[in-house]
Structures are given as C-alpha cells and as structure tokens.
C-alpha cells in the first residue's frame, strides 16, 4: 500500500521549525508530544473573527486589493493527494482564519497574536503557502478559491491599557504582512521534509524542554 504523508499547515511553524526530533517522533513513531495551549488564545481568536467578518480588507492595512474578509470557513479543508519533487504523495489539512472575496480573486489572511518583528514571519510564511496549496488543489468536496491573489499575515501585539469607563481595554498594534506565494518552494520544502522522515532520527534541538522532559538530553 502507498504511503501518505499528512500535514498540517500550521505544524510547518509549530513543529518542524522548532526540535526536529520531537518533530519526527510524533510523525514517525506516533509519540504524542502536546504543549499546553492557554485558552486565552482561543478567545482572542474568536474575538478577532467576530470583529473582522463580512468588513473590508482595507482594515488591514491597505496592502492587498479592496474586497470582504470572511473568517466564517470553519470547515477543516483537504488538499487532494499531491506528489513531491521525488514522487511521494502527500495531502495537506488543515483550518485557515480567513480569506478575502475580491471582485475576481480570493487572498488568504492568517491572524497571529505575537510580537510584531519582520524576522519571526518567516517561520509562518510556510502555513501560508500550504494553505494556497490546499485551496487551489482542494480534495473532492472542498472549497476551491481561484484565482488566489495574495497571502498575508496579520499580526496583534498588546500595546497599552487604557480606562474605559473606569474598566481597564487593552489597545492592540497591528501589523499586515505580505507573503509572496511560491508553490515551487513550498514543494522543496516538503520534499525536505519527507526526506527527513523516511531518514534517520535526528538529533534533538539545544536546550529543548520536551527533550529534556522525556530524558533524551
């Protein structure tokens, strides 16, 4: 029976990007490893839903076309089985925060609380690429966005805390960032990836706590 790798966009930052062995542990010999996810992250993000669905994308900063912003797409969407550059297939799944519905285009958004620094968008620009991916080449049944014209991230970082009726609101800073879509790259980087996998158990990453919780360095 063939194999097929399964991915999701979001484990690119959160995963691999991160202790390659713990990485390939989960992926390869099934060992869960979770990090608690504080539950305040997941009310932020549906407050940012909430408050962006069905407005202008100009609220975002102005950097991509006019059009509506869509964050109502809870459905978990489905590649269809892709090849890599070496023929191994593989399929992306995974859950996006919002696209844009322009006059004849479609641009996905992806929301992120974090500091707002030009040099952490990097480890996210792969989820964005993925996502481009699974929504031009979608399985049977899943929504198809073409033409996809931009990618951008969208980032939140708490600025101040201002009296509002003697209750204290926080201010946020935003921050939009452009992601330039390059399928090519994205299908190195999985080749990568799979290449990673099918090899030898990698080394743990320095100072990595999971590693160092579960007694391998």
């Known amino acids: 029976m063939t194999k097929i790798f399964n991915f999701s ?11 390659k062995r713990c990485y390939y542990d989960q992926k390869v010999n099934n060992i869960k ?25 100009d609220l975002l900063g102005g950097k991509i076309a006019s059009g509506v912003i869509k964050t109502d ?9 892709l090849e890599d550059n070496k023929g191994r297939k593989f ?23 974090t500091d ?5 968008i990097n480890t996210y620009a792969t989820q964005l690429l993925a996502y481009a991916i699974m ?6 049944g899943f929504l198809k966005l073409n033409p996809i014209k931009d990618l951008g991230i969208f980032c939140f970082e708490p600025d101040t805390i201002v009296d509002h009726q003697n209750a204290p609101n926080f201010k946020m800073k935003t921050q939009f960032y452009l992601i330039e879509r390059d399928d090519k790259k ?3 980087f999985i080749t990568m990836i799979i290449d990673m996998l099918e090899g030898e158990n990698p080394t743990s990453k320095e100072k990595c706590s999971i590693c160092k919780v579960r007694g391998i360095i």
Request: aromatic share 16%; with cysteine; hydrophobic share 35%.
């Open 9 to 19: 966009p979001s484990e690119f930052a959160f995963g691999y990007a991160g202790c």
């Open 33 to 57: 490893i979770s990090l608690p996810f504080p539950s305040v992250f997941s009310k932020l993000d549906i407050l940012q839903k909430n408050f962006y669905h069905d407005k202008s994308s």
């Open 73 to 81: 797409y809870s459905r978990t969407q489905k590649s269809k089985i």
């Open 91 to 113: 399929q992306l799944k995974g859950r996006i925060d919002a696209y844009v519905k322009h006059k004849d285009s479609f641009s996905i958004i992806d929301f992120k609380v």
């Open 116 to 120: 707002i620094d030009e040099k952490k």
């Open 135 to 140: 929504f031009d080449q979608p399985d049977e």
């Open 186 to 188: 994205m299908f190195e």
